[in-house]
């Protein structure tokens, strides 16, 4: 209180005090008016008539900037297994952190990101308030991260200017266009056979693992060390349940091939929770829709999805979702349909940029008419399938010929490609699905089994191109099977010794024209007229 012989206050933190001297009053009289959390009282002599104060008064009133932060808060109750089930959200949105997927009339299921055992029942909560998203951008190259962007290879912060939703709709019709530019794995079986484009879907599927996800990304390497931006190529590995020592593997091979500095790594190992491995794929696509929306062109490779799909069940298991086949729910098709659809060619407008999906599915026995592959063979632009029998007879990659196929085809193959491999598949399809073809493999010497047993680097295009001409124009027909590995050796070794100009001109014509065709021819059929098998 302030007495009426008093000089006039002023402020006292967040109190104001008016002292009203009026003849009519018999004495001071002070006033207090609270607004919103502040006070407003009146202790300041003043000689003035009654308009003239209210006039005042109502300037400060109206002055006075009411702050009202309303939170909606609920109740959990229960928690276990990673879901909680919550009372009293009526207003949250579906995938709002933490990840709200049951929307029900009287409560939410949302699945928990980190340790449920930090919830209790009866724990008050309240929203987020942001749908699930993860920091995207050029910084992110050459870091391993979480499902949620954090990174964990120990080398400090990632400063990112842009984050983006993970649960974003693919795009429509009218922004793509048809796939037309390859995308060079690399390897002679499937940049010949089975040709990848820039914005296709190419399932890689079969009882192993194989290398040829991380060759692919090896083999961008030239590209991205070139000047020219349109042929670099962003990849993201995304490694799905799998072991830690696994994914360590997988960056030191990509560090010491020098890959890594183009590479993410998003990460959910066997030892995380189920929604994280569920939700590691969406990351690892938003990350990669960052490259395809400003123009560029990205691989992200999904290692693998069999066991997104276990995880995913387990979650709607546990929300008590009504199971299914094999006790997936109803949505597990819409599960891969919309993360896969998400892989566009983009048209010039939108920018021309790519992202290119190589999803990889682990099969049982070679069943591939389970219910998990036969859903993501349906969604793609075809499929690459690795045959263990193939594997143990040292064909590698155990590529099976006969059941694979790229839906994209020739279009996505450069015209000295085409030139040269457009019969081969032919071919190959009249040994009995390719069983005679793969007896080769039982016929090599010891020493060949173990080059290839320490498996084949990646190929320039143009080095594939005149070996394989060599294949199908017959002119290794009467070379013996078992030393046509050391011919390729041999010959690609003199070639790039002595005809480094040849190389080029495929490379930069992109095709065999009359004039290279005979030249090559001329090489062949002289180093054949002298050749003997190195030792």
Known sequence: MVSPDSPPKVQYSNVWVITID?????????????????????????????????????????????????????????????????????????????????????????????????????????????????????????????????????AGAINTKTRQRVGVKAPGIIPRISV???????????????????????????????????????????????????????????????KRSTVAQLVKRLTDADAIKYTIIVSATASDAAPLQYLAPYAGCAMGEYFRDNGKH??????????????????????RRPPGREAYPGDVFYLHSRLLERAAKMNDSYGGGSLTALPVIETQAGDVSAYIPTNVISITDGQIFLETELFHKSIRPAIN???????????????????????????????????AFAQFGSD??????????????????????????????????????????????????????NHQDLLKTIREDGELKPATDEKLKKIVVDFLAGYQVSP
Not at 298 to 319: E, G, T
Not at 405 to 414: C, E, F, P, W
Not at 480 to 489: T, V
């Open 401 to 435: 010929v006969g059941l694979s196929v790229s839906r994209v085809g020739s279009a996505a193959q450069t015209k000295a490609m085409k030139q040269v491999a457009g019969r081969m598949k032919l071919e190959l399809a009249q040994y009995r699905e390719v069983a």
């Open 444 to 497: 090599l010497d010891a020493s060949t089994q173990s080059l290839l047993n320490r498996g084949v680097p990646p190929m320039a295009i143009e080095q594939q191109v005149v070996v394989i001409y060599a294949g199908v124009r017959g002119h290794l027909d009467k070379l013996d099977p078992s030393k046509i590995i050391h011919f390729e050796k041999d010959f690609l070794k003199f070639v790039l010794a």
């Open 180 to 242: 037309r530019e390859p995308m060079q794995t690399g390897i002679k079986a499937v940049d010949s056979l089975v040709p990848i484009g820039r914005g296709q879907r190419e399932l890689i599927i079969g009882d192993r693992k194989t290398a040829i996800a991380v060759d692919t990304i090896i083999n961008q390497k030239r590209f991205n060390d070139a000047a020219d931006e349109k042929k670099k190529l962003y990849c993201i590995y995304v490694a799905i349940g799998q």
């Open 22 to 154: 009026h003849p009519h009053l018999p004495q001071p009289v002070q006033v207090f008016k609270q607004l919103g959390c502040r006070w407003l009282s009146t202790s300041s002599t003043l000689k003035a008539g009654a308009p003239e104060f209210s006039s005042i008064l109502e300037e400060r009133i109206l002055g006075q900037t009411l702050q009202t932060n309303l939170e909606e808060t609920g109740r959990v109750l229960s928690i276990g297994d990673g879901i909680a089930r919550v009372y009293g959200l009526k207003n949250i949105q579906a995938e709002e952190m933490g990840m709200a997927l049951n929307l029900e009339p009287d409560n939410v299921g949302v699945v928990v990101f980190g340790n449920d055992k930090l919830i209790r029942e009866g724990d008050i909560v309240k929203r987020a308030g942001a749908i699930v998203d993860v920091p995207v951008g050029v910084e992110l190259l050459g870091r391993v991260v979480d499902a949620l962007g954090n990174p964990i290879d120990g």
């Open 298 to 319: 990205a691989l992200i490779i999904y290692d693998d999805l069999s066991k997104q799909a276990v995880a995913y069940r387990q979650m709607s298991l546990l929300l």
